[in-house]
């Protein structure tokens, strides 16, 4: 998430089994492999669809500028944690939870999600969102919890059945962090939130 190909992106596995499996789906569930396939082939043309797949394929172009950014991954990660040990500082005495990091883990942080802790201030989630947003600042939400999307009714899940992702999600604006973010960038985010929220 924190490099970009355009449109595309990449999978690692230590398994086999799961990197076949991935390779026949990113193509439409299309093989030309003969160890997988029904009958015989017929000749060098000749492949089968064995798997209903998805167009998950990348241009040479797009793989290139990925493999560029890989270059560069560490720079990304290490100005991202500098922002981040900054707004934990910066936000420390605001009406806010700032993003949980377990012990002994590491993140790329490629977001930076707060939680308003709504009790303390005076206006709503919805409200602090829009008046960022008409300040220039680019705030989202994430993430909607899955529960609650139409899609997952059809599986018998309801609103009221993950009180604490609902919780969260009730609270949660992310933002912004990129690594290319200046610190006049960010403070000007600090100033912004803090004279909304206070």
């Known amino acids: 998430k924190i490099i970009t190909t355009a449109e595309g992106g990449l999978a690692t596995t230590n398994s086999e089994e799961l990197a076949e499996r991935m390779q026949l789906l990113r193509s439409h569930g299309v093989t030309r492999n003969q160890k997988l396939m029904t009958k015989e082939i017929e000749g060098a043309w000749y492949y089968q669809q064995i798997d209903l797949g998805f167009n998950y394929r990348m241009t040479e172009l797009q793989a290139a500028l990925g493999v560029s950014q890989m270059k560069r991954l560490d720079e990304f990660v290490a100005k991202r944690h500098s922002l981040q040990e900054r707004y934990d500082l910066l936000l420390k005495n605001l009406p806010i939870i700032k993003p ?35 300040k ?33 999600y009730s609270q949660a604006i992310s933002i912004p962090l990129f690594h290319s973010m200046s610190l006049v960038q960010q403070d000007e985010v600090i100033a912004k939130l803090k004279m909304i929220i206070k």
């Open 100 to 134: 949980f990091q377990a012990e002994n883990t590491y993140s790329a942080l490629h977001l930076y999600p707060i939680q308003i802790v709504l009790n303390k201030v005076q206006k709503s989630r919805k409200q602090i969102f829009n008046e960022l947003r008409d």
């Open 136 to 168: 220039g600042i680019g705030v989202n939400v994430h993430y909607m919890p899955i529960h609650m999307q139409p899609y997952y009714r059809q599986f018998g899940f309801n609103e009221g059945d993950f009180p604490n992702s609902e919780d969260y």
